[in-house]
């Protein structure tokens, strides 16, 4: 086992050590223009580079429109789910008195633990 871990140790330093081995990868921001460098065998961001407002080509006031629409979407969203969970809250109560009134109407008395002993 002793040299399983040695091999292994051994392995990582030649790939550290390898120039062949570092690789690195450029993403764009789609958003905000910045460019990201990446480096998949570290797993690891090493740099990211400020895209300028040019490049992306919005303005303030493009900015705050987009923001207000986004917040009432988020509003109307918000409402949809509230709408939703209330539909769902009547639908359950409904489902548990008509479950109430069926187990009165049961004769049978209830199922105590005590009678599974």
Do not use: I, W
Not at 63 to 85: C, G, I, P
Not at 102 to 113: I, N
């Amino acid at each position: 086992m002793r040299k399983m871990s040695s091999d292994k140790a051994v392995k990582k330093n030649v790939n550290r050590a390898d120039p062949k081995s570092f690789k690195t990868d450029m993403l764009s921001c789609p958003h905000c223009g910045n460019k990201l460098f990446y480096d998949p065998n570290q797993k690891k961001l090493l740099r990211a580079v400020p895209g300028t407002s040019a490049e992306k080509g919005f303005s303030l006031e493009q900015a705050v429109a987009d923001l207000k629409t986004e917040q009432s979407r988020a509003d109307e969203r918000f409402r949809e789910a509230m709408e939703a969970e209330n539909r769902r809250k009547t639908a359950l109560s409904g489902l548990f008195e008509k479950s109430l009134k069926e187990a009165g109407k049961d004769p049978r008395p209830p199922v105590r633990p005590f009678d599974f002993d």
